[in-house]
């Protein structure tokens, strides 16, 4: 830790404050001032004495109670001469001889050394403190007025709460986090939380800022970003002999300008500090530390050559310059680092364990496997195949199976923290995990070297698969898993081949083989390297073969690539393992149509595998089972009852643009009403209901379907009201109320033959019989008595029998008694036109009872005939009429609205009838005129 030092020339040995050294010894030791007096101590102990410019000693002290004239450390002469002397240029201005010539050499290069200015930040290097001081620059140049996050802390797990706390008590200790002073610092502009990350690898608790607000007001640029798979490439090929350094809480080396501090403080135990240093989270954080870390390497050509950095780890090719020398020169730069590593004896590099083995660096995993939990995410899921494959270069079958098995979480899940609910994937990551372990085919030979290589690829119906092979070890492979698509395969081989170069030429070969176990493929290649003669394809795909061919040339041209073509059978190709999965796997990607189709299509790619693994797994897949699943056995009843009227099934249709609601007998009558509606709610069907019921009494259960308007409130009522009960057929299954569809798909039918209206169709239906009696009809079932035809029954059927004794005979003249039946009113005359009954009798087409005609025998002139009486009646009718204005004009109103609905149900059941065009004015009521307004 930083503390005050006194250089005392004067005192023999160092004394240091008790808070300074740990490990001390009570001893008898006392220290005699310059005035003489006697200075109590408590012991001695040894310290660690670092030095600005990073150099440290061990130095032998004596440890007190209190601080000497408040100083935290005095320096004796013991640790002046462990330091090789000193030299006070001013009071702040102290320099040892141990680090005179670093410091020199540190000097002269840091007056050179210009700023770093990107468009995303800022770095400055203060030569006299040695610190980095980075400020960034706001998105569009505006700072955000204030952040408005308010949380202070996410939750902590309360096992690893005090380590964490442990942790950011370090941090205010070394100067990282110092109280915040508005007085300095102005108002407070943003508060980051504060939550903890437990690294497995090192077991340790990690304090962490979520500065995702705060990140997205900075502009970033990542296209000089490093990727870990190109530094892994290079570093492979930097030979056996190199070591790695690592820094030291790298972003916290590196300062912030004292002007953000108000944007990145933190609430820790109920006060507020801001943190001094670059945060772990902030997006610019990699790209500022990537150049600070290039400009301090770049100061030195030799350790500049020798050097790799990513991120804060560096390797050293210890063949041009050691890895102290390098540790050295990022300390004059005041860049801190860890001891370093040698590769040779064992170090984890970028997440892999390599080590030094039978003249040559192997490596295999670092990260532990783990158990599978016993609930899966798809969030989890993918953390476990990421942890199995991500960053590892040579992973063999396990890459594919990996790739496979997010694939198939992915179809299973919808988003990423839904539950995994398929037994079939659980059982594909708990073979693999189980298969890891026994034999991991993550391992290989680390050093890479020679200009030679060979290229295997292959493909299938799963993915595409390439290995690059170098001194007959495999340096590295990759797969892609293919679209759901039909190309043919020897379309796919070629794509392998095209991914599998451009993977070689990361690697910066010149030299290569590539071998492919596709016949036509081999062809392809070679003729369109070589020239010798033209591809010849007549596929459906033709013009993307050729296209292929031509990136596939062009690459080879322009990389100045010496290309070998050759065709190896396809049980040696070594790329063949990573276009494969298990195939009892395979039995997941046929669609499973059922365990004899199955059969067929896993036979096509294992021709051993057994008719029971099969039909397990159709049986237990868990997607067979919900998508368009096998029938299942139901007990079938009927929808009819024995009774009339027990059960009516009750129903709405459309028949063009109308809406009727419908009610069909259950019984054995099947009779049909229609009622018209003007709206499909619960009070419109009510209505319509209770005339019906009133009229024939209501049934003892109504059949219906789950519409908004029979599951209401009100019809609930209404139907409570009635005691009625309500059956509702299944969701989503019409044959529920199969009488009802059955009866609209008659009615409509008849009414499209026919071109009558709805009610006309009805009543067609209600007498049609089912068999070949008229009882077999609806209506004559229901009814007592046999309902007549429209149009077949004819009125001359119904003719009354021919009276032979009758007072009156066809064409008798005879008087009629007037109908006020006074004896002074004249009877008319006319001519009997047809004999009804011994009762009823037609005169001149109107029907008289016999009592009222007596026979006419002669033609008076003065009496009118029946025909002068009625042009007289007609005569009558013609004359105008004035209304009285004491007549209600509301009744008026009403018997025009009356007929205007009748006309328009009456134009709506007869589509066929063309009505007159019906003016669209507004129509008045008439006014009554008195008989004196004429």
């Given at each position: ?10 005192c ?5 404050h008790v808070s ?11 220290v ?9 101590c408590m ?8 030095l ?7 130095l032998?002290?004596?440890v007190?109670p ?5 100083f935290?450390?005095?320096l004796?002469?013991?640790g002046?001469?462990a ?7 001013s ?7 141990i680090?005179?010539?670093?410091l020199?050499?540190s000097?002269?290069a ?7 200015d ?9 030569s ?8 960034w620059n706001w ?9 408005f996050?308010?949380?202070a802390?996410?939750k902590?797990p309360?096992e690893?709460?005090?380590e ?12 990282w986090?110092?109280?915040y002073n508005?007085?300095?610092h102005?108002?407070v ?11 497995q690898n090192?077991?340790?608790v990690?304090p ?6 705060l ?12 990727v870990?798979?190109?530094?892994i ?11 790695l350094?690592d820094?030291?809480?790298?972003y916290?080396?590196?300062h ?15 006060r507020?500090y801001?943190l001094?240093?670059?945060?772990f ?9 990537k150049?600070v870390l290039?400009r301090?390497?770049?100061c ?9 950095p ?8 210890e ?9 050295s020169?990022l300390?004059r730069?005041?860049?801190l ?13 970028l ?8 003249n040559?660096?192997?490596w295999?995993?670092?990260?532990e496997?783990?158990?599978l ?6 969030r ?5 195949c990421?942890?199995?494959t ?8 396990l ?11 992915n179809?299973?899940?919808a988003?990423?923290?839904d539950?995994v ?5 659980y059982?594909?990551l ?10 991991d ?5 680390w050093?890479v ?10 493909a ?9 092979e170098?001194?007959g ?11 759901n ?5 020897n379309?796919?081989e070629?794509?392998?081949a095209?991914?599998?170069?451009n ?17 036509t ?7 369109a390297?070589s020239g010798r003669?033209r591809?010849?394809t ?11 061919l ?6 080879v ?9 050759q065709?190896?059978?396809?049980a040696s ?8 999965v ?16 199955t059969?067929?299509f896993?036979?096509?790619l ?8 099969v ?15 096998a ?12 009774d ?12 063009g643009?109308?809406l ?14 229609w009622?018209r509606?003007?709206?499909q ?5 009510i209505?319509?209901?209770?005339p019906?019921?009133?009229e024939?009494?209501?049934p ?6 789950n519409?908004?308007?029979f ?9 409570r009201?009635?005691?009625m009960?309500?059956r509702?057929?299944c969701?989503?299954v019409?044959?529920?109320?199969g009488i ?8 409509k ?7 009558c ?9 209600n ?8 009882q ?5 079932r229901?009814?007592q008595y046999e ?6 029954d004819?009125?001359?059927q119904q ?5 032979e004794?009758h007072?009156?005979?066809e ?8 109908p006020?039946r ?6 008319t005359e ?5 004999v009804?009954s ?11 009872h ?7 025998t ?7 005939t029946v025909?002068e ?10 004359q105008i009429r ?9 009744e008026e109103e009403?018997e025009?609205?009356d007929?205007?609905e009748y006309?328009?149900e ?10 007159p ?5 507004e129509?008045r009521?008439?006014?009554?005129f008195?008989?004196?307004d004429?």
């Amino acid at each position: 830790m930083d503390c005050e030092t006194l250089v005392d020339t004067g005192c023999t040995r160092c004394i240091a404050h008790v808070s300074l050294c740990s490990q001390w010894t009570r001893e008898n030791v006392s220290v005699r001032t310059v005035s003489g007096e006697f200075y109590e101590c408590m012991g001695t102990g040894v310290v660690q004495v670092q030095l600005p410019s990073g150099v440290s000693v061990s130095l032998n002290v004596i440890v007190v109670p209190s601080k000497p004239l408040n100083f935290d450390f005095i320096l004796g002469m013991n640790g002046i001469t462990a330091l090789h002397g000193v030299r006070v240029c001013s009071p702040r201005d102290v320099r040892f001889g141990i680090e005179e010539v670093g410091l020199h050499a540190s000097a002269v290069a840091s007056s050179t050394m210009p700023e770093i200015d990107e468009r995303d930040f800022r770095v400055i290097y203060d030569s006299y403190t040695k610190q980095w001081t980075v400020s960034w620059n706001w998105c569009d140049g505006k700072k955000p007025p204030t952040l408005f996050n308010t949380v202070a802390e996410y939750k902590v797990p309360e096992e690893v709460r005090e380590e964490y706390e442990n942790e950011l008590t370090q941090w205010i200790m070394d100067g990282w986090l110092v109280p915040y002073n508005e007085d300095m610092h102005g108002p407070v502009r943003g508060t980051i939380p504060l939550m903890t990350v437990v690294q497995q690898n090192k077991q340790k608790v990690r304090p962490v800022l979520d500065f995702r607000e705060l990140n997205s007001h900075l502009d970033l640029h990542t296209a000089e970003a490093d990727v870990c798979s190109e530094k892994i490439r290079e570093w492979r090929q930097r030979g056996q002999q190199v070591a790695l350094i690592d820094l030291s809480k790298a972003y916290l080396q590196i300062h912030v300008h004292s002007s953000l501090w108000k944007y990145q403080t933190v609430v820790f135990h109920g006060r507020r500090y801001c943190l001094t240093r670059l945060g772990f989270g902030l997006n610019i954080a990699p790209l500022v530390l990537k150049k600070v870390l290039s400009r301090v390497l770049s100061c030195d050509e030799k350790v500049n050559s020798a050097t790799s950095p990513y991120l804060d780890d560096i390797l050293v090719d210890e063949s041009i310059v050691t890895a102290a020398e390098v540790e050295s020169h990022l300390r004059r730069f005041g860049l801190l680092c860890k001891p370093p590593e040698s590769v040779q004896a064992g170090a984890r590099v970028l997440g892999i364990r390599v080590w030094g083995e039978r003249n040559r660096l192997v490596w295999r995993r670092d990260n532990e496997i783990g158990e599978l939990p016993k609930e899966l995410t798809r969030r989890i899921v993918f953390s476990i195949c990421g942890r199995l494959t991500s960053h590892l270069p040579v992973c063999g079958w396990l890459r594919v199976a990996g790739s496979y098995i997010k694939r198939r979480t992915n179809a299973a899940t919808a988003s990423w923290d839904d539950k995994v609910t398929d037994l079939k994937l659980y059982s594909m990551l708990t073979e693999t995990l189980e298969r890891v372990k026994m034999s991991d085919p993550a391992r290989g030979r680390w050093d890479v070297a020679g200009e030679e290589a060979t290229l295997w690829v292959d493909a299938s119906s799963i993915a595409y698969g390439a290995v690059i092979e170098v001194d007959g070890g495999v340096i590295e492979d990759a797969c892609w898993l293919r679209r759901n698509e039909c190309s043919h395969i020897n379309l796919a081989e070629l794509d392998a081949a095209i991914k599998g170069l451009n993977l070689v030429i990361s690697w910066k070969f010149k030299k290569l083989i590539l071998k492919t176990d596709s016949l036509t493929v081999y062809h392809w290649l070679d003729d369109a390297l070589s020239g010798r003669s033209r591809v010849k394809t007549k596929a459906a795909c033709e013009m993307l073969i050729r296209r292929r061919l031509e990136t596939f040339t062009a690459i080879v041209n322009e990389y100045s690539l010496c290309l070998e073509i050759q065709l190896v059978p396809s049980a040696s190709n070594r790329a063949d393992e990573l276009t494969r999965v298990p195939k009892k796997w395979i039995l997941l990607t046929c669609g499973r149509p059922g365990v004899r189709r199955t059969m067929y299509f896993c036979r096509r790619l294992y021709p051993t595998v057994q008719r029971q693994h099969v039909r397990d797994v159709v049986r237990n897949c868990r997607q067979c089972q919900s998508i368009d699943p096998a029938p299942a056995k139901w007990q079938k009843a009927e929808l009819g009852v024995s009774d009339i009227w027990g059960r009516v099934s009750m129903d709405t249709c459309h028949v063009g643009n109308q809406l009727y609601l419908t009610l069909i007998d259950c019984g054995p009558t099947r009779y049909a009403i229609w009622k018209r509606l003007r709206r499909q709610d619960s009070r419109t069907i009510i209505k319509q209901l209770e005339p019906v019921f009133f009229e024939r009494g209501a049934p003892r259960e109504l059949l219906t379907d789950n519409a908004a308007s029979f599951r209401s409130s009100t019809f609930s009522d209404f139907a409570r009201r009635w005691s009625m009960a309500v059956r509702y057929r299944c969701a989503n299954v019409p044959s529920g109320n199969g009488i009802s569809e059955r009866n609209h798909r008659t009615v409509k039918t008849i009414l499209a033959r026919k071109g009558c209206s709805v009610m006309e169709a009805v009543y067609r239906y209600n007498t049609m019989p089912r068999g070949n009696h008229a009882q077999s009809a609806p209506a004559n079932r229901l009814f007592q008595y046999e309902v007549r035809l429209l149009g077949i029954d004819d009125a001359s059927q119904q003719d009354s029998p021919v009276y032979e004794q009758h007072r009156f005979s066809e064409g008798d003249r005879v008087w009629v008694r007037h109908p006020s039946r006074r004896c002074d009113s004249p009877s008319t005359e006319g001519t009997v036109t047809r004999v009804v009954s011994a009762q009823n009798v037609e005169v001149d087409g109107m029907p008289r009872h016999v009592r009222d005609l007596s026979l006419s025998t002669s033609l008076p002139r003065d009496c009118p005939t029946v025909e002068e009486q009625l042009d007289t009646d007609a005569q009558e009718d013609l004359q105008i009429r004035v209304r009285n204005p004491t007549n209600d004009l509301w009744e008026e109103e009403d018997e025009e609205e009356d007929e205007r609905e009748y006309e328009e149900e009456e134009e709506m059941d007869s589509p066929g009838r063309r009505l007159p065009r019906r003016s669209s004015r507004e129509r008045r009521p008439v006014r009554p005129f008195q008989y004196g307004d004429l």
